[in-house]
């Protein structure tokens, strides 16, 4: 393996420490969650953190992007972090503002009106990550992976300990020690806003701890170079727009299309969820993402760039399949960390799967137009993707419900991802190894389905079996790819 790719394994891994250990932390919540909350009670905190990624894109508008592009030019690099930090917080605090002003009616509007303080939670948590999400940026480009990785992981290590101390602490104490001191911040009236409230103070001290990397800086405010950025950002505005709503928009939906005696805030909470299982998925992708971005654009005039390219698409490709069987193959284990009133949409999980796989390629594929400044393409690629998503939703949940969201996501991103490679092939061809590609997706298919055939009684059995499997997809990757050699 090359040294810019052992390289951008040993930052992915580094990014992964921080992703997945925070990640497998914050999950152990989801198990707390669905046992401390029914159903529907829990489909309030999966919808209200849906809209928090479209604010969140809302908010940042591309400008994480626009830092890696042109902060890349280490004599204006001030200038340009100091331009978008200030952007960001009169955007951040405009919308806390506005928030404040039309609070009542938004509430309103969302079903909220008993619990408006839910919504300026919920936008307070938003303006923060957006503001700090330039930070953590400049630590990415700078190689600060650890410094990164610790900080991330401190946020959730809070975030954790705050949920067990208001959900499972203090009610505990209000039965056994009324009189405790540790009640005094609390009220039990509050519920499920505590998840809420418990991310926000989170994101506060999260906040303090990076301001030495926020004004370690010489600030100097550029207002045409802030507009160049903007220009550049602004298409990966409404690319992020459209992609949450692939992403997201079927959590919105499911509240207002799932007929009423069906329960649709139950059945929100059920697929909330079990998306929660294909959380291995997700983790890799984003670690993936944190350490790509700023490589491609790092390695982007070496003279075998896309070959680069191609290389850790292929490896992406691989790992995530070993995610999709080890999930898959172990389900029957993994299903334990939701309650078993959730266990109805398993069905979904391994169409999420793939869905998210899917996305981590479409992801690769589409490097091709930030690095030629043809951000344009990424807002068209995701508009078209949330049209599909738009359709395929309105015409699949009154019939499925959230197994017709299901397979909307995973046709959304397929389609994205084939229309992003051949866009790609024109404007910037990558020697991608496509037939590759599809012989280990079909590969891993095929291994997934005659698990299922072969399936024993014995659940000893099962894992046994599967087991066999997953090793055999291991030593027929190991074989043809010669990973004794990549080692080296």
Same mark, same amino acid.
């Given at each position: 393996?090359? !040294?810019?790719?052992?390289?951008?394994?040993?930052?992915?891994?580094?990014?992964?420490?921080?992703?997945?250990?925070?990640?497998?932390?914050?999950?152990?919540?989801?198990?707390?969650?669905?046992?401390?909350?029914?159903?529907? /009670?829990?489909?309030?905190?999966?919808?209200?953190?849906?809209?928090?990624?479209?604010?969140?894109?809302?908010?940042?508008?591309?400008?994480?992007?626009?830092?890696?592009?042109?902060?890349?030019?280490?004599? /204006?690099?001030?200038?340009?972090?100091?331009? /978008?930090?200030? !952007?960001?917080? #009169?955007?951040? *605090?405009?919308?806390?503002?506005?928030?404040?002003?039309?609070?009542?009616?938004?509430?309103?509007?969302?079903?909220?009106?008993?619990?408006?303080?839910?919504?300026?939670?919920?936008?307070?948590?938003?303006?923060?990550?957006?503001?700090?999400?330039?930070?953590?940026?400049?630590?990415?480009?700078?190689? &600060?992976?650890? &410094?990164?990785?610790?900080?991330?992981?401190?946020?959730?290590?809070?975030?954790?300990? #705050?949920?067990? +101390?208001?959900?499972?602490?203090?009610?505990?104490?209000?039965?056994?020690?009324?009189?405790?001191?540790?009640?005094?911040?609390?009220?039990?009236? @509050?519920?499920?806003?505590?998840?809420?409230?418990?991310?926000? /103070?989170? =994101?506060?001290?999260?906040?303090?701890?990076?301001?030495?990397?926020?004004?370690?800086?010489?600030?100097?405010?550029?207002?045409?170079?802030?507009?160049?950025?903007?220009?550049?950002?602004?298409?990966?505005?409404?690319?992020?727009?459209?992609?949450?709503?692939?992403?997201? #928009?079927?959590?919105?939906?499911?509240?207002?299309?799932?007929?009423?005696?069906?329960?649709?805030?139950?059945?929100?909470?059920?697929?909330?969820?079990? +998306?929660?299982?294909?959380?291995?998925?997700?983790?890799?992708?984003?670690?993936?993402?944190?350490?790509?971005?700023?490589?491609?654009? =790092?390695?982007?005039?070496?003279?075998?760039?896309?070959?680069?390219?191609?290389?850790?698409? &292929?490896?992406?490709? @691989?790992?995530?399949?070993?995610?999709?069987? %080890?999930?898959?193959?172990?389900?029957?284990?993994?299903?334990?960390?939701?309650?078993?009133?959730?266990?109805?949409?398993?069905?979904?999980?391994?169409?999420?799967?793939?869905?998210?796989?899917?996305? %981590?390629?479409?992801? =690769?594929?589409?490097?091709?137009?930030?690095?030629?400044?043809?951000?344009?393409?990424?807002?068209?690629?995701?508009?078209?993707?949330?049209? @599909?998503?738009?359709?395929?939703?309105?015409?699949?949940?009154?019939?499925?419900?959230?197994?017709? !969201?299901?397979?909307? *996501?995973?046709?959304?991103?397929?389609?994205?991802?084939?229309?992003?490679?051949?866009?790609?092939?024109?404007?910037?061809?990558?020697?991608? =190894?496509?037939?590759?590609?599809?012989? +280990?997706?079909?590969?891993?298919?095929?291994?997934?389905?005659?698990?299922?055939?072969?399936?024993?009684?014995?659940?000893?059995?099962?894992?046994?079996?599967? !087991?066999? #499997?997953?090793?055999?997809?291991?030593?027929?990757?190991?074989?043809?790819?010669?990973?004794?050699?990549?080692? &080296?």
């Amino acid at each position: 393996m090359s !040294s810019p790719l052992k390289k951008l394994a040993g930052q992915t891994a580094v990014y992964g420490l921080s992703s997945i250990l925070g990640r497998l932390l914050n999950y152990l919540l989801v198990p707390l969650y669905t046992r401390l909350f029914a159903p529907e /009670i829990y489909g309030i905190v999966t919808e209200l953190y849906a809209y928090v990624t479209f604010l969140l894109i809302l908010l940042t508008y591309g400008m994480e992007t626009g830092f890696f592009r042109f902060a890349q030019d280490k004599n /204006i690099f001030d200038k340009v972090y100091s331009s /978008i930090l200030v !952007s960001l917080s #009169l955007t951040s *605090t405009l919308f806390i503002a506005l928030l404040i002003i039309f609070l009542k009616p938004i509430a309103i509007a969302l079903d909220y009106q008993a619990n408006s303080e839910y919504i300026l939670w919920i936008g307070l948590i938003v303006a923060l990550d957006a503001f700090i999400s330039i930070p953590f940026a400049k630590l990415r480009l700078q190689n &600060k992976a650890w &410094k990164f990785a610790v900080l991330k992981l401190f946020n959730i290590g809070i975030t954790i300990g #705050l949920n067990l +101390y208001f959900l499972v602490l203090c009610p505990k104490l209000a039965v056994t020690n009324p009189d405790s001191f540790l009640l005094s911040v609390y009220s039990p009236a @509050i519920g499920v806003g505590y998840v809420f409230m418990s991310n926000l /103070i989170a =994101n506060i001290i999260t906040l303090l701890m990076l301001l030495p990397e926020i004004f370690n800086v010489k600030f100097c405010f550029e207002k045409s170079l802030l507009k160049k950025i903007i220009i550049y950002s602004l298409p990966l505005l409404i690319a992020g727009l459209a992609g949450m709503i692939n992403e997201t #928009l079927d959590r919105v939906l499911l509240k207002h299309l799932v007929p009423d005696n069906l329960n649709p805030m139950e059945q929100l909470g059920i697929y909330g969820a079990n +998306y929660k299982l294909a959380i291995l998925m997700t983790l890799f992708i984003q670690m993936f993402r944190y350490a790509a971005e700023p490589f491609f654009f =790092n390695n982007k005039n070496e003279s075998n760039a896309r070959e680069l390219y191609a290389k850790a698409t &292929k490896y992406f490709i @691989i790992c995530g399949l070993l995610i999709f069987l %080890g999930v898959m193959f172990y389900i029957d284990f993994i299903k334990y960390f939701i309650d078993v009133d959730y266990h109805e949409g398993l069905k979904v999980v391994p169409i999420l799967l793939l869905a998210n796989l899917f996305l %981590g390629i479409f992801f =690769n594929f589409s490097i091709w137009y930030k690095l030629n400044d043809m951000t344009k393409y990424g807002a068209y690629l995701a508009i078209f993707g949330a049209i @599909i998503t738009i359709v395929l939703n309105l015409i699949l949940i009154p019939i499925y419900g959230y197994v017709g !969201s299901a397979w909307a *996501t995973l046709i959304c991103y397929v389609s994205m991802t084939l229309l992003s490679f051949y866009w790609g092939q024109k404007y910037y061809k990558v020697p991608y =190894n496509i037939l590759n590609a599809v012989f +280990y997706i079909l590969f891993a298919l095929s291994l997934y389905f005659l698990s299922i055939y072969i399936r024993p009684d014995s659940q000893n059995l099962v894992y046994v079996v599967n !087991s066999g #499997l997953f090793v055999v997809f291991i030593a027929v990757f190991s074989i043809k790819e010669k990973v004794w050699l990549l080692l &080296k």
